[in-house]
């Protein structure tokens, strides 16, 4: 199989793509924000991705006040990846804690 072109038209949902949104979004990192527009990843769809990812200002604030750091873990009940609160939070938001 022939490796795939790097320079896909449209930007696709990869772990790599999540980690920066968080990173760029939780960080106000303004270099990594630009960084992603450049690469045709527009406002709506940054905004889009960070909602579906779990990351709102509600999670943004828990973790300021638990001084926890949020970020990309897989769920160990059904494997999702999802944006967890900190090193206690394992479980997505479809699998409710027992
Ligand atoms: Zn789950």
Avoid at 23 to 39: F, G, N, S, T, V
Avoid at 61 to 90: E, I
């Amino acid at each position: 199989m022939a490796a795939q072109p790097s320079n896909t038209p449209s930007t696709p949902n990869t772990p790599e793509l999540d980690r920066e949104i968080v990173a760029a979004l939780i960080h106000k990192e303004q270099a990594l924000l630009d960084d992603l527009h450049r690469r045709g990843l527009t406002e709506a769809a940054l905004n889009e991705r960070a909602g579906q990812l779990g990351l709102t200002s509600e999670l943004i604030k828990r973790c300021r006040l638990a001084g926890t750091q949020p970020s990309l873990r897989t769920c160990v009940k059904c494997d999702a990846r999802f944006l967890s609160a900190g090193p206690h939070n394992r479980l997505c938001r479809r699998c409710p804690p027992r």
